[in-house]
């Protein structure tokens, strides 16, 4: 193997694939789809349920530290979602857990894929999201790390829309499949420092 790379990912519960049929969630299709022939993956998920951005810069590098080697390119996942709509953190607070969570990682040589907080069902609701993930966008823009916008491209995604009704606002394998397709399709590679597999 040319280089080892491991992969600590923090989020809520879509990164395990909770309601995925498969068990994979997004990330395990992702990583299923990525060719290994000259690199060595080690994916770790840190998931914990109903997880604003608060708690996240909080917790994730005691946890995610002891994951990463010496020897080893490390790449750190942050998965948002939309907790943060229903506490009292204002956007500005949110944009600011954010920037310190990239911030660290980038003073440890970290490189970091944020992936954004996927829609609703509840029109309102996605429009108030819209603005956090505008903001979150601008964050890691700002500081030169991917980001993938999972709301825009599915807000309005009839087979999106009709995976979330079917499981309980949750996404099952169809949705879980869309958002895979985004984060490979929207700078995995890049992030990874991987050529893109041919179509």
Known sequence: MDRSIRIVAVGNELLTGAGDPRAL???GRVLAKTPTESV???PYVLAMPGEGTEALSHRWQAEA???FGEDTENHLIVALNDIDLDSTTSSARSR???AN???RASQEGIRCLVVGPPPGLDPERNQRLAELNTAYQDVAS????VYVDTLTPLVQHEQWRHDLAANDGVPGQ???GLIAWLVLHRGWYQWLGLREPAA
Request: glycine share 10%.
């Open 96 to 98: 600011l857990n954010l």
């Open 142 to 145: 700002r500081r030169s790390h």
């Open 174 to 176: 169809a949705g879980y």
């Open 65 to 67: 530290a002891p994951r």
């Open 101 to 103: 969570i990239l911030d």
């Open 40 to 42: 060595q993956l080690e």
């Open 25 to 27: 969630g997004w990330l």
